[in-house]
């Protein structure tokens, strides 16, 4: 139904904010702070654009078609705020992320209708840029102009914003994610994030354990620590707070384990590069680590990682998997491929290929390569045309797909623990991950959900499992 009062019957009620989030965690984190900063202010959560005041695009760069979708969604907003203004009311149109980041005026330029732009180290200044438009807006209702729309913050400032934002409040579901780390020092020829997200920065581990047992008291059983590049954390302690040192992410995963509730911890994103001995070896010593492992890869050739800047061979990455399963042996391995960056032929493919073959999946991303102005990958010669991309492509998915399918197939039987997220599409049914991060859905009633429970896998699918509660709740948790 549509909401037709008008500016002032509204006044004194709470506002309310939509947030769509577009790409990554880290994406999905940020939209929960920036969600945490508007909170004071009065801005209850909307679930659809048509009920709020204020709306904000949480937008990814990461590949071509990520933000032309932004631009769309831009224009249908545009003509929801004339259909508001024409009954009296506004809405508020704010775009950030690696787009407000990459983009900046640029945004405002191609849709004069949005209002704020802001990169994603500047959503503590939410506040600020919200009374900006509003000042603004009173200058236009008044009929008179103040130059320059749309109010822009894409500074990489000094301070982190972590010092900025408040303590973060939702747990969905026993679940949730914490930021460690931001930006990247790695710069693939092929990536736009080190100049999206900027320099490498890890949040001290005194914060990130003071959040982790914030998120612990609230009911988090799981958490997901999250990062650009998560593996390369060194986070400084003070000397005066915990004994003053650099620490590991290998370090703070076993801080991250005395944390009473706390049952199941998972980190990404990684690189290669950055596997040192000691995180290797954490995931044998500390069973809150799930076994389970996104480690991407992008290519199983080594002119191609040459060309990509990726500062690892084919030789290493087997090596790390080797090791890992060795002290891990039932870890589940993910990956990221990308298939036609410039200069790769059909061998480059095939080794790609092969190594996937070698190392067995349990899941993997996989993109076509997609050319990004402003990294070196856009001029290099020899791009490869859009239809071979398309052949690779179906190639390597059909392959991972299969590897997916006989993961899954392997765990039919076994009867694991299931951390329930959320109701299924059918009625009666609940949605969780089992440690591997495979969806299982089971009947189950929905006051399941937030806790983990036994569940028997009984068929095994291309993307889930389906499976049926074990033993009840209480049991369960004994
Ligand atoms: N083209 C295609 N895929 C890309 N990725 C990053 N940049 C590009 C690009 N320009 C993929 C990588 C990365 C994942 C997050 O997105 O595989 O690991
Ligand atoms: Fe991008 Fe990851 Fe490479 Fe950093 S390590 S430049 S985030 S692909």
Redesign the pocket.
Known sequence: MTDVRTGEQRQGQRKRVFIRTYG?QMNVYDSDRMADVLRPLGYALANTPEQADLVVLNTCH??EHASEKVYSELGRLRDTKLERRARGRDLTIAVAGCVAQAEGQEIVRRQPAVDIVVGPQAYHRLPELLAEVERKSAFRRAGKCLPGAGVLDTDFPAESKFDHLPAPEGVRAGSAFLSIQEGCDKF?T????PYTRGAEYSRGPAAVLAEARHLAAAGAIEITLLGQNVNAYHGEAPTTSIGGSTWSLARLIRALAEIEGVARIRYT?SHPRDMDDELIAVHGEVPQLMPYLHL?V?SGSDRILEAMNRRHGRDLFLRLVDRLRAVRPDLALSS???VGFPGESDADFDDTMRLIDEVGFASA?S??????PG?P?WAMPDQVPESVKAARLAALQALLGSQARDFNASKVGATVPVLFAERGRKPGQIVGKTPWLQSVYAEGKPRLIGGIVAVRLTEGHANSLAGEIAVRPCEAAA
């Open positions: 990554c990461i590949r693939c092929f990536c736009v994030v994103t991407p992008q990221d491929f990308i991303f993109f076509k390569y997609s050319r990004r990294t990958g």
